[in-house]
């Protein structure tokens, strides 16, 4: 980076949003699957999948003074691609380098234990597929999903990462920009945090689906002498079944 007096340039935010606009389009061109993170406005994650996983980071002390240093490279979009798969993410990160960092992080299944407690829990107290996508729940059950070392969100030993660049630190600013970045995206599909905790979302939701269907059925009288199927009842709702 050029050096002013002993000092590094300034670089303007606008020159930082410039600069990763055309990574964006240098990468493009090799690789069209590419998929920036783009955010309007000041928040990162404003639907309650996406900020439950950005609070659940700042809730631990070994992120809370390191986390922040991804905030402004997420908002200038910097995070130039971020990938979601089972049990991993993969990001490429625009910085002072011409080219971009990468970033590998993984994150641990979640364990059995909780999840069996999880179930338990959630039996007739979520409606639809469509009311968990919109975190749209009793406040016990958001609190039960997001209650420290013991919720479904991963705490710090549940996260491993790596980056490409020379930053001795244990969080560098690129990782803290893609663990922020996954907010944002989870905003875009919430069920992909199943995916990436390694945990099946119809188990979530199955029982309590059962129940409304037959609440359904006696309510409105149907009187039938076929057999509905968990799987069929599943597929009305929307809920896909390996």
Known sequence: ???????????????????????????RKKNPDISPVTIEGRKIAKTWWGEAWNKNLEKYADYSNRIERGRAYVRHGSVLDLKIKKGSISALISGSRAKPYEVEIAISPLEAAIWDTVIKECEGKIDSLQELIDGKFPKALSDLFTVKDKGIFPSPKEIGFYCSCPDGASMCKHIAAALYAIGARLDEDPKMFFELRNIKIEELISDAISKKTKTLLKKSKIKSSRVIEETDILDVFGVDVD
Do not use: D, F
């Not at 590094?8 to 389009?25: D, N, Q, R, S």
């Open 1 to 27: 980076m050029p050096r002013y007096g002993g000092y590094p340039k300034h670089i303007t935010v606008a020159e930082k949003k410039a600069k990763a606009k055309k990574h964006i389009e240098k990468l």
